[in-house]
């Protein structure tokens, strides 16, 4: 029986370790977390992905016109830009999701980008979530580096 346990475990570290993303520093993590307001002719977006569904696969993230990640399982990013429509495109393989968040000056917004499982092929959801619901996501997250 612990002879079973220590081979999955030994397999989720493996997996884990094919699934490295850039992560920020741990200052930028801290500062983050305080869910700071942005200026007010700004918005903030938070972009998070949480559980472990697909923790061997990072979801690829893009800001039309802007920036890109990868989301692994339990990270997230910050973004702060002008007010207005934002597009978020995420990307799995060949398959991709797009969704558009409306932030408004001075607001943050959070939205969860999750693998969804198919018969044939993993892809990616993007969902705009509530206030509470995406701070405490965030907060038991690590914050990643965006490119």
């Known amino acids: 029986m612990i002879r079973g346990k220590s081979l999955s475990l030994s397999l ?34 938070y972009i998070y992905r949480s559980g472990w569904i697909g923790v061997a696969k990072p979801i690829d ?8 990640a990868q989301l692994n399982s339990n990270t997230y ?27 408004q000056d001075g607001q943050t917004r959070f939205v969860e980008v999750s693998m969804k499982i198919t018969l044939w092929q993993p892809g990616c959801e993007i969902a705009e979530v509530p206030l509470n619901q995406g701070q405490a996501a965030v907060l038991g997250s690590k914050r990643v580096e965006p490119q």
């Open 12 to 45: 989720l570290f493996v997996l884990g370790a094919c699934a490295n993303v850039p992560m920020a520093p741990p200052q930028a993590d801290q500062d983050a977390k305080r869910f700071d307001q942005p200026a007010p002719d700004k918005g903030a977006l």
């Open 61 to 68: 993230v893009a800001i039309v016109g802007g920036a890109t």
């Open 77 to 103: 990013l910050r973004l702060e830009g002008p007010a207005g429509p934002v597009e978020i495109g995420c990307r799995v393989g060949d398959n991709n999701g797009a969704r558009q968040v409306e932030i």
